[in-house]
């Protein structure tokens, strides 16, 4: 199986200098402000004409980010089910980190609402129904549109973070999505809004997600999907997690060049479950803990972490069982870095 990245070039980086034109994504600790959250989301009902875009607050989420808490069905008067999905928690030597969980909708508890941070702007739809055997969802779905312009060509991403799983799917897998594209993909008549009576609000959308990374469309919402002449997609991460990580643990990951094209945009999804599995496989209190996002460039701006504390020490590497290994023939899967005194935990892909 193909490793991700190769242990011999990152602990190169490490001890590189730093390159001037490598470009990075602004509060990416998350240690800088932090804002309301106000979840895109239309207004339905209460004498609206659905055109209008609900201003309610959901929690708080690092500027610069979209954290994926949900407004729920937003009337003029309140946001009945709004679901906060991320929060501040203590973060990688730092006050500040994202925590994100599956948290089910305090109206309805078999609504799960997934949590994820994104770039670019979260979405959610719904049709609740209700029936002689309670709440039913219909036509659910959502994501991620958009995403922040960009021109850089990185390396791979990594970043820290903590994993848990509750009782409810403990199997779910934890998915990393990163992309970097140019122009644009617009899907016709996606519904934007959650009601109960009538039909959902509908937009064009662009640059959904599904749409750029080329993913089959069926059983989502919305209509046929357009895309401009210089449209293309030029590369990629799309990975799992699913081991548990109690202490602070390394990700690393290589995007996977598709075309030498210069980017215009760039978008990275973190999501505390299995972000394309669908509203049936959202396991309440599944958790993930993420600081210190960051891209990786063959110049050097990150590399493994504590390589840079004693760089006159041998680097080694363990399995979890305390056996030393090989750097150049590790398969995929958790392993201790050691040098000198520090010892970090690596995730290989």
């Given amino acids: 199986m193909k490793k991700n990245y190769s242990i011999f070039a990152l602990l190169m980086l ?36 659905g055109n209008t875009v609900s201003s309610h607050v959901v929690g708080t989420q690092p500027k610069g980010w979209i954290i994926s808490n949900v407004a729920g069905m ?21 006050a500040s980190a994202v925590k994100l969980t599956n948290t089910p909708n305090p109206w309805m508890d078999a609504q799960k609402v997934p949590g994820y941070i994104s770039l670019g702007t979260t979405w ?50 934890t998915t990393i999505v990163a992309y970097l594209w140019k122009g644009h ?9 959650i009601v109960m009576v009538g039909e959902p609000k509908k937009v064009d959308m662009v640059d959904r997600d599904r749409c750029v990374l080329g993913m089959d469309m069926e059983g989502c919402q919305g209509g046929e999907v357009e895309k401009t002449p210089d449209a293309e997609l030029i590369a990629v991460i799309n990975v799992d997690i699913t081991e548990n990580a109690e202490e602070w643990t390394k990700f690393h990951a290589n995007f996977d060049y598709k075309s030498d094209a ?41 590399g493994i972490d504590g390589v840079e ?11 979890l069982n305390g056996v030393k290994v090989n750097a150049g023939q590790m398969e995929p899967g958790l392993y201790i870095c050691r040098q000198g005194s520090k010892a970090t935990k690596v995730l290989v892909k």
């Avoid at 609740?128 to 709440?135: A, R, S």
């Avoid at 993909?185 to 809004?193: A, G």
């Avoid at 299995?274 to 600081?291: H, L």
Wanted: proline share 5%.
């Fill in 309 to 319: 504390a004693d760089n006159s020490a041998p680097v080694e590497y363990y399995n």
């Fill in 14 to 49: 490490a001890s590189a200098p730093l390159c001037v034109s490598a470009q990075q994504i602004s509060n990416s600790d998350f240690d800088g402000e932090w804002v309301d959250c106000v979840p895109w989301t239309y207004l339905q009902g209460d004498g609206t004409d």
């Fill in 262 to 302: 210069t980017p215009e945009m760039i978008n990275i999804v973190i999501a505390s479950g299995d972000y394309f599995g669908g509203a049936s496989v959202v396991g309440k209190d599944n958790s993930f803990v993420v600081d210190d996002v960051k891209l990786v460039y063959s110049g050097g701006t990150s």
């Fill in 74 to 94: 937003a009337s003029v008067g309140m946001a009945m089910g709004a679901t906060t999905v991320g929060e501040n928690v203590e973060g990688y030597n730092s």
């Fill in 185 to 193: 993909w617009t899907q016709k008549d996606v519904p934007v809004s």
């Fill in 124 to 173: 959610s739809t719904a049709m609740p129904k209700f029936g002689l055997g309670g709440i039913t969802i219909n036509n659910s779905d959502g994501g991620v549109f958009g995403g922040q312009s960009f021109t850089g060509r990185p390396t791979g991403l990594e970043f820290w973070y903590k994993r848990s799983r509750g009782d409810d799917q403990p199997n779910e897998k």
